[in-house]
Nanobody, 124 residues
Framework: QVTLVESGGGLVQAGGSLRLSCAASGRTQTRYVMGWFRQSPGKELEFVAAITWSGSNSNTADSLKDRLTISRDNAKNTVALQIDRLESEDTALYYC?????????????????WGQGTQVTVSS
């Protein structure tokens, strides 16, 4: 069992940056792929980015590639998501998730553990 807790969300002006963090506890010795998803009001859950345990392989949604950086610190059991040049369309509830898949997958069903989410609101 893995517990994930996101933090770092809030109200940000368009054009600004935000750094989200996800802290894992529990069975953290397993080499999980860590991912971020988001859900905007009235929309389906959307893949944002994922990273392998080693950090050597990552996957980012095409529409967000030039504005996102995902990283992890296994010593602290944390994964971070940096979002730059925020847009109003980035307003969403951001979820951290853990997967035992061997690649940084974008497929929601491959993630077994989920956090409660952190809200990001971008004002224009």
């Amino acid at each position: 069992q893995v517990t994930l807790v996101e933090s770092g969300g809030g109200l940000v002006q368009a054009g600004g940056s935000l750094r989200l963090s996800c802290a894992a506890s529990g069975r953290t010795q397993t080499r999980y792929v860590m991912g971020w998803f988001r859900q905007s009001p009235g929309k389906e859950l959307e893949f944002v980015a994922a990273i392998t345990w080693s950090g050597s392989n990552s996957n980012t949604a095409d529409s967000l590639k030039d504005r996102l950086t995902i990283s992890r610190d296994n010593a602290k059991n944390t994964v971070a998501l940096q979002i730059d040049r925020l847009e109003s369309e980035d307003t969403a509830l951001y979820y951290c998730a853990a997967s035992s898949y061997h690649l940084p997958t974008s497929i929601r069903a491959r993630y077994s553990y989920w956090g409660q989410g952190t809200q990001v609101t971008v004002s224009s």
